[in-house]
């Protein structure tokens, strides 16, 4: 009997893992009907960085100071009104003011906020604003002779104006990348800028918005190195100008050393000196064109063409999470301060070649300047 639960048992045992590892067993058949997933490669595009690079700023605010220099202008003559303007060859013009710039600059605020952020395409756009005051302090025997409009009414010198009114620029500027494929992209920028001696409370017409474009075609080699070439319509030196563009961002392996260039508009050495702090050397381009409301009769707009070049060293700094500070100390070097009187049409292009006669002829001297700065910055 005991042999006999033995075999039953033996039986059971035997029946129950049969029947386990039949359920056990795939039926692949029932996958007959079904297919793949669509085994294509995902797309790759470029990214709009590349390692080692200072951080990206989204807003910021700073306050620029300009040391003391010395300037002079040239009488306020009328072009386009009365055909008295001075040739574009003139190299000594008579000087009607003179004095001292005992301050100039102020506050300034800028933003470049990402409104589209995708691997296929970037959209980012920002306000900026940049206010600048004088301190001037006029000669004795300035003005020479008293600025007199084409209707015979007297005018205020442009140091007077300067020192009452300073001077303002508001921006919209707005950046669009697009990444071609794992390398190539594409980058288009548009600025319209709105500069004069306004006040905030009263803003001068809108038609003397002024309105530059850069594009620009670049190949991203690297995680570390990227190039590009383009064009841009612009008024960094003042006056409206046609060039090109060439891009040069690249970090050493060690991510110590690297460049940050956009010819012409700034170019930059950068030395990292570790994760929280790197240091800038190199200079900006700065400028606009900036309607001056007392000169600007029968329709026209009398402009002055402010264009700076400012080499420059930078230091930046974490100060708390995504908190940056900036101290930038350097040398302004006057490019232009001529101004132009533009017809009711709108502005043209001076160029190289062009001839048309300018409004004003004037020197700045060269001082050093100081900023300082907090930036919310991408890292």
Do not use: H
């Amino acid at each position: 009997m005991k042999n006999y639960y033995c075999l039953l048992l033996t039986l059971i045992f035997l029946n129950s893992y049969s029947i386990q590892a039949q359920e056990d067993e795939e039926d692949y058949s029932i996958y007959d009907d079904y297919e793949l997933e669509d085994d294509t490669p995902i797309k790759r595009y470029a990214s709009p960085k590349i390692s080692g690079m200072s951080p990206q700023k989204f807003i910021g605010v700073s306050f620029d100071a300009q040391m003391p220099y010395k300037y002079e202008f040239s009488e306020v003559t009328f072009p386009q009104t009365q055909n008295n303007g001075f040739d574009v060859d003139e190299d000594n013009p008579e000087i009607n003011e003179t004095g001292k710039a005992k301050f100039t600059g102020g506050f300034r605020f800028s933003s470049n906020i990402p409104i589209i952020s995708k691997s296929s395409f970037v959209w980012q756009s920002g306000i900026n604003y940049m206010d600048t005051r004088y301190n001037i302090n006029e000669n004795l025997n300035s003005p020479r002779s008293p600025i007199t409009l084409p209707d015979g009414s007297e005018a205020r010198s442009l140091g007077r104006i300067l020192n009452e009114d300073g001077l303002r620029n508001i921006n919209w500027t707005n950046t669009f990348f697009f990444p071609l494929n794992e390398k190539d992209f594409i980058v288009f920028q548009g600025q319209m800028d709105l500069s004069g001696n306004y006040g905030l409370d009263e803003f001068q017409s809108l038609s003397t918005i002024r309105y530059s474009a850069a594009a620009v075609y670049g190949r991203r080699v690297n995680d570390y190195y990227r190039w590009g070439v383009g064009v841009s319509r612009t008024y960094r030196v003042g006056n409206l100008n046609y060039v090109p563009v060439v891009m040069f961002d690249w970090t050493s392996d060690n991510r110590k050393w690297g460049t940050e260039i956009l010819f012409p508009a700034r170019a930059y050495v950068r030395y990292n000196i570790n994760q929280n702090s790197l240091l800038l050397a190199g200079f900006d381009l700065e400028g606009q064109s900036y309607r001056i409301d007392d000169y600007s009769i029968n329709g026209n707009s009398y402009e002055i063409r402010r264009g700076e070049v400012r080499p420059k060293l930078e230091f930046q700094t974490r100060i708390s999470g995504y908190i940056w500070a900036t101290v930038q100390a350097g040398y302004r070097m006057d490019w232009s301060y001529d101004a132009d009187e533009l017809d009711g049409e709108g502005d043209f292009f001076r160029g190289f070649f062009g001839d048309q006669d300018f409004g004003m002829i004037n020197n700045l001297e060269n001082p050093l300047f100081f900023n300082v700065g907090l930036n919310f910055v991408s890292q």
